[in-house]
């Protein structure tokens, strides 16, 4: 231990240096601490610290916000240690490059940390155009190496209190930025949208507009894709895709220039806070917490108990919304037969995986619905579907030339059909008629009952169809 400390005395203002041929330890020569003596209020403070230009790698990043769960609230700018074979494990399971050599990895982590600091403004700017002297630098750790196998850190002043004051606010979970991202970007969303769901007092689903300047800096790459559809393709509709994807991602978004006359001045974003239920399967870190939680254990070794119809149904869940099987067990687990079966409708009408959950959930269960919900989401699209063919056919001849929705984007009107119950009235009219057919079926065979009797999304369309004709 002695030596150990030793070694770190011989290297305060050093990069880097080797201790008997073993790299042991970083320091910067001259940590830079700003932010925190302006006058400004700490909400101001770190929000400019969040806003900051960030141009680490997703690898960087990921380092940081490891360090940043195990940042001691007494002493956060003190001493952080963390495994160094655990956390390798980690990283390499959550990154396209498998390292082999611990010193090496934090090594080139800490080199990158030290040569793109986060450039933070050094006042309010409604300037229009991007130039480097109107930003300040600030680093974010003053120490970083491997010592005895483990990883030894120490925050900047700056840092420290950004992460111990995004700690302390609801809805900025920091394991929410330790989700297996593909990109910076994705990761760097999760940041923004975490940002802006506190603002909007947690709600759901919030909508905000952020200046496309603004929006490029923040990214790290205010110089780069002058083009905003490349700025658009490279950058927001990567992270729009892989947070779409990702089940286990916190939130997912749609997005839409805004524009001045020609001139596009920011970009409005549509953000939605998916359920606990559906992230919860995210990975745990095991080093920073006691393991998985008991429902992955369970899910993990086959212990939990599923009956005969939802285990038919995690098939069709995974299958049609294109999600992996375990989140397919996750989905189906929280969710009864019925649910189950109105889920896989839903989706396969081309409502997006995460909606149709929190729809099935949240806007078909309730009062006489349970137990039905299958039936009620059937009848529903069929009348929004008939709505829907109507439209077009009379566009066809209308002297004014009417919106309609295509095929593919169909999906997207489910929603105000089941928040608004738009069909609700006609469909508790049919209930007895309902109840009277299940009665007499008694839903026959597992398979019938598995798909309620609408096993393609067809057969409500083919309904729709040939009503509209009739």
């Known amino acids: ?34 932010l925190l003596k302006s006058n400004t209020s700490l909400i101001l403070q770190q929000d400019r610290f969040l806003l900051g230009m960030q141009t680490i790698s997703l690898r960087a990043r990921q380092l940081v916000y490891v360090l940043a769960m195990c940042l001691d609230k007494d002493d956060p700018t003190g001493i952080i240690t963390i495994d160094s074979k655990e956390f390798q494990n980690w990283i390499n399971t959550n990154g396209k490059r498998k390292w082999s050599n611990i010193h090496g990895l934090v090594a080139s982590v800490f080199d990158e940390l030290n040569k793109n600091p986060v450039y933070l403004r050094r006042k309010p700017s409604a300037s229009k155009t991007y130039n480097k002297k109107d930003f300040i630098k600030v680093n974010w750790v003053q120490k970083c190496g491997v010592v005895g196998g483990k990883i030894i850190a120490q925050f900047t002043e700056d840092a420290a209190q950004y992460f111990m004051y995004k700690q302390g606010l609801p809805y900025t979970r920091t394991l929410w930025d330790l989700r297996g991202y593909k990109s910076q970007y994705a990761s760097r969303t999760v940041d923004l949208f975490q940002r802006e769901h506190r603002n909007s007092g947690g709600e759901n689903e919030f909508k905000f507009n952020f200046p496309l300047l603004d929006l490029k800096i923040f990214y790290g790459v205010p110089d780069r894709y002058p083009r905003v559809t490349d700025f658009c393709t490279r950058v927001l509709k990567q992270a729009q895709t892989e947070l779409e994807e990702d089940i286990t991602a916190p939130y997912y978004f749609t997005y839409n220039v805004d524009k001045r006359g020609r001139r596009v001045v920011g970009i409005d974003f549509d953000v939605t806070v998916r359920p606990d239920e559906l992230i919860r399967l995210a990975p745990e870190i095991e080093f920073l917490t006691a393991g998985s939680n008991e429902f992955q254990r369970s899910l993990f070794d086959g212990t939990l108990e599923l009956s005969e119809e939802k285990q038919r149904l995690i098939g069709a869940v995974a299958k049609v919304g294109k999600v992996a099987e375990k989140h397919a067990v996750n989905m189906v687990y929280n969710l009864s037969e019925s649910q189950g079966r109105a889920l896989v409708i839903m989706m396969k009408y081309g409502v997006n995986h995460s909606l149709a959950y929190k729809l099935v959930k949240n806007e078909c269960s309730f009062g006489e619905l349970e137990g039905y919900e299958d039936y009620y989401v059937k009848h529903s699209l069929q009348l929004l579907e008939e709505a829907r063919l109507k439209r077009i056919e009379e566009a066809k001849t209308a002297a004014v030339k009417k919106k309609t929705t295509p095929k593919d984007k169909r999906g997207g009107l489910a929603k105000g059909v089941f928040v608004k119950r738009l069909h609700f009235a006609s469909f508790m009219e049919s209930l007895s008629a309902v109840r009277k057919k299940e009665f007499e079926d008694s839903y026959v065979g597992r398979k019938e009952k598995l798909d309620g009797g609408f096993k393609d999304v067809g057969e409500v369309l083919r309904q729709a169809k040939a009503n509209l004709k009739g």
């Open 1 to 34: 231990m002695q030596r150990q400390i030793s070694a770190q005395l011989m290297l305060a203002n050093a990069t880097t240096s080797c201790f008997d041929g073993v790299v042991v330890c970083f320091t910067l020569e001259a940590p830079i601490q700003t």
